[in-house]
């Protein structure tokens, strides 16, 4: 049987089956980050990402770009749990024949995100490839009573993205912001129930959030942002690397974060009982089932 | 001008001169592992290496030893620092039509050294690629007074190695065990000046000491232990993927060390002033000057 057969989360699955973790690791796989004892105030948190020639960029993706996506997703993952990103390491695999000026931009694409979030890039390894490939590693830190994973949304709760949905693949998976300002507006001054970052498309990400807390969920098409490259709802509801963040308040945390009438959170639903499962409210008012999915790599 | 032209020591030079970093980073790229403040009696290790298929292992590797390799080689940086492992990332990129128990082995080599030495796998990324990929991040941890470097090797240190070198293309580098309890008997024991991996071989590791201690050093011949795989001195003194230890200690410390007569830890040499340069001393007791080269990535 091939991993295409049961997919990226499938062969996921199997893998964490075999995992066992000692009482120092607060979270393990399965959450944006890894979250790990650290200090009395603080936690660890912990991601890795990797992308790869003709699959997360193209051969024709300008070499700034390419460093500053890397970046760019582990600092949204760590967002995605209410941290702050402190350090990085970078592993790098280059064709021989890349030029030096190239690998520096690369690098340099890498070095201006990491200045604007004040990340510390402390080493990394060099190797050779045929595909360029950059996978990094970031640590970050997060107060103990900041911290947010995907396991705690509840029955009630008013579901939010920080902005507008699909269509990413035309330019803004390799441009974003990631939402480390808001993220941290966020925890400081709300009681987060469960966050997520959409990279995987928005139905397949809120699954993991509904599938960890088991809840169900009602989504309203008319809500839903839709960014200016979307094709349509579909796209805004299953293409990946948004890189916007999901999470959820409850009705009282919501109606607070509301009165501020910040547009960049914007409500598009609401989490139900568990065997509500997951449905959509369409323009004609209509309730459908909707089926969990989108972006896999195999 | 390609990356080919100035070689991975040269390309990194480049990055690394472009790098600030602020003071909680103890010591940044540069040496087997990044160190981070963490507690009053510790610090953070941190270290990551790329493994890629054709070449750091072939098709015809088998899954459970990949797996191995990508963790060993981490274990081995942590060592080489005077600290323990203590949890691990991976980001593994494979094949769509990569069945699914070959990937399974990949994961439980990981997994049965990561039991081995009481490390936590805590999560990682799955991508796809043409070509097999796994990048590890490891995490450990080093009481302060216990920390090495490459930095503090002294004139008048002798050098010593873990074990025999060379040849270890042929078997070796799949399957070595990374010197981590010796690595922990010479900090508890022994004040170590400077150590370092062989990785990329013993004059080119031995390089970064020099450098990086403003020393030089003269070896003997007869003294470098050669493996049961190795063509001849050459090979013990150029090729990579040995994973032992090369260590100074001063000379009462070597002594001591001496006097416990243990094998497995062979002097080779001793440290001389910058301006000696490095030389080695033949069978025939000729001296003659060594130039620092060995394996390049590109």
């Given at each position: ?226 960014g200016p490259q979307a094709k349509d709802l579909n796209d805004a ?62």
């Open positions: 049987m091939l991993i295409s057969k049961i997919g990226e989360f499938g062969l996921l699955e199997r893998f964490r089956k075999l995992i066992t973790t000692d009482a120092s690791v607060i979270k393990g796989s399965g959450d944006d980050c890894a979250v790990l004892k650290f200090d009395r105030q603080h936690y660890l948190l912990w991601t890795c990402d990797m992308i790869v020639e003709d699959i997360d960029f193209t051969s024709h993706t300008g070499p700034l770009l390419i460093g500053r996506k890397a970046v760019a997703i582990s600092v949204s993952d760590i967002a995605a749990c209410g941290g702050v990103p402190r350090y990085l390491l970078a592993s790098l695999a280059l064709p021989k024949e890349t030029p030096v000026s190239f690998s520096e931009r690369i690098f340099q694409g890498m070095l201006d995100i990491a200045k604007k979030y004040k990340i510390n890039i402390v080493g990394g390894d060099l190797s050779k490839a045929e595909k360029i490939t950059l996978d990094v590693s970031m640590l970050g830190q997060v107060e103990k009573k900041n911290l947010v994973l995907r396991n705690k949304a509840c029955p009630g709760d008013v579901i939010f993205v920080t902005g507008a949905l699909g269509g990413s693949i035309k330019g803004k998976h390799l441009n974003f912001t990631p939402r480390l300002k808001e993220a941290r507006f966020l925890v400081k001054n709300f009681k987060v129930n469960a966050m997520i970052d959409i990279s995987d498309g928005l139905l397949q990400d809120l699954g993991h959030i509904l599938e960890q807390s088991r809840v169900g969920a009602r989504l309203y098409a008319d809500l839903i942002p839709q509801l299953y293409s990946g690397e948004d890189f916007e963040l999901l999470f959820t308040l409850s009705k009282d945390q919501a109606e607070k974060l509301l009165a501020k009438h910040l547009a960049i959170f914007q409500p598009i639903g609401e989490i139900r009982e568990e065997n509500f499962a997951l449905r959509l409210v369409d323009k004609a008012n209509r309730e459908r089932l909707l089926k969990i999915k989108g972006f896999r790599h195999f």
